[in-house]
């Protein structure tokens, strides 16, 4: 199609607002707790309420999304994700801030399945991996300059700052998407007319291909997000970190992850997806080891491994990515994305349990304040396992015919 480099900028920018609006709950908890007078749990709906209620419309959405042009489709989601953070921008209480989170994480749910969806059916296979590179760049922009922007507008104003900026964002990316974004109806043009819910079921889960896909996609999670939500309190109780050094991290992780993540996708355009995916898969459980078992260090020795764990990291998921949308056919594909959404989001919380029930806290070398975790070297080798499993079970994937 014709301004594709233009298509998949505005894609960003959108993916970028969706991951920013999420990433940032988590710092804003200190103000957030006090301003409002909650505790640890209730603030843990505020971040909850947007998964739970992203999965939900996320498997909901798949009975619908793929009966529509995909432009259509995307303003709408887009309109109510822009409608949800601007109301969590003039949130007076808790509990209005509570119901916004939830009206930004239902449509948010939608837009990285349905993102991922435009850009399978607007970019040929062999050029795929290149295009999903530049859109899933926007996560790790999302790290260097949406969270530290969104934290210096909080200091500098409120915490509702980040969210009036965010919403502001999404208004002219949601013009630039009427304007320049074309209609997208070529998964119509050869649909095969499946229409009633338990059809949509039994297309995506009756298939060997697309139970693999699903399977695929929860396993690389679990070898993932097992660390991933512990790595900041490892680095701060265990490594040495203070609470500001942590920055560097995503600092320095985004970064880099900014200038490989496209290279990574034309990589895995030229010598293949699941080579890429194969050698980035296995690369990444040195760090992993390294990380979940790292005793104290200088702070320019373990920012090398954390950076090197995001390069590796990121390396498998832009090949991993591109592998899934190509597993069924593009008149199935958002029903299937938005399943494969909502399995993700489900997985994600699944490992954060299982590391939560593993790890345990005992005091920290590095002051009263902070708590040194116990046993987070276990849960580095499930990681390790899941992400064996992984390398294996994407050698069974197939590309769908037309995909």
């Known amino acids: 199609m014709k301004n594709e480099r233009l298509l998949l900028l505005i894609l960003a920018a959108a993916m970028f607002t969706h991951i920013m609006d999420f990433m940032i709950m988590m710092p804003l908890s200190p103000s957030l707790m006090s301003i409002f007078d909650i ?6 709906l505020l971040v909850s309420s947007y998964t739970i209620t992203a999965g939900v419309t996320g498997f909901l959405a798949a009975f619908r999304i793929d009966r529509y042009d995909r432009k259509s489709m995307m303003l709408v989601m887009y309109f109510g994700f822009t409608l949800g953070t601007l109301a ?3 949130a007076p209480s808790y509990f209005f801030l509570l119901m916004a989170r939830s009206v930004a994480g239902a449509f948010g749910g ?3 399945a349905l993102i991922l969806s435009i850009v399978s059916d607007a970019i040929p296979l062999e050029r795929r991996a290149s295009a999903l590179g530049i859109v899933m760049a926007s996560f790790s922009v999302a790290s260097v300059f949406g969270v530290p922007f969104g934290l210096f507008l909080a200091s500098k104003f409120s915490w509702h700052a980040p969210f009036l900026f965010l919403g502001i964002l999404a208004v002219l990316i949601f013009v630039l998407m009427f304007w320049f974004i074309p209609p997208l109806r070529a998964h119509l043009d050869i649909g095969n007319g499946i229409k009633k819910p338990m059809e949509i079921l039994k297309n995506i889960f009756g298939q060997r291909s697309t139970r693999l896909g699903l399977t695929f996609a929860s396993v690389l999670t679990l070898g993932h997000f097992t660390i991933v939500p512990f790595i900041a309190a490892y680095m701060v109780g265990n490594v040495g970190f203070s609470n500001d050094e942590l920055a560097y991290i995503y600092l320095v992780g985004g970064a880099l992850t900014i200038f490989f993540s496209p290279w990574v996708g034309k990589m895995a355009d030229k010598h293949g997806r699941l080579k890429i995916f194969t050698i980035f898969g296995s690369l990444v459980i040195i760090p992993i080891v390294i990380i979940t078992n790292m005793p104290p260090t200088p702070l320019w020795a373990a920012l090398i491994v954390a ?3 995001f390069i590796f990291s990121n390396g498998r998921m832009v090949p991993s990515t591109t592998m899934e949308t190509a597993i069924i056919s593009p008149e199935s594909r958002g ?4 399943i494969r959404s909502s ?3 489900l997985t994600s919380g699944l490992a954060s349990f299982i590391a939560g029930t593993i790890i345990s806290e005992k005091a920290s070398v590095f002051g009263p304040d ?3 975790l116990v046993n987070y070297g276990y849960v580095g080798l499930i ?7 992984s390398l294996w079970l994407a050698r069974k994937l197939q590309v769908a015919q037309g995909a």
């Open 39 to 44: 505790n640890a749990q209730e603030f843990s």
């Open 88 to 90: 969590c921008a003039i």
């Open 110 to 112: 939608v837009l990285g």
């Open 307 to 309: 950076g090197i764990f």
């Open 335 to 338: 029903s299937y994305m938005s």
């Open 343 to 345: 399995v993700q989001q």
């Open 370 to 372: 902070a708590k040194a």
């Open 383 to 389: 990681a390790v396992f899941f992400s064996l499993v």
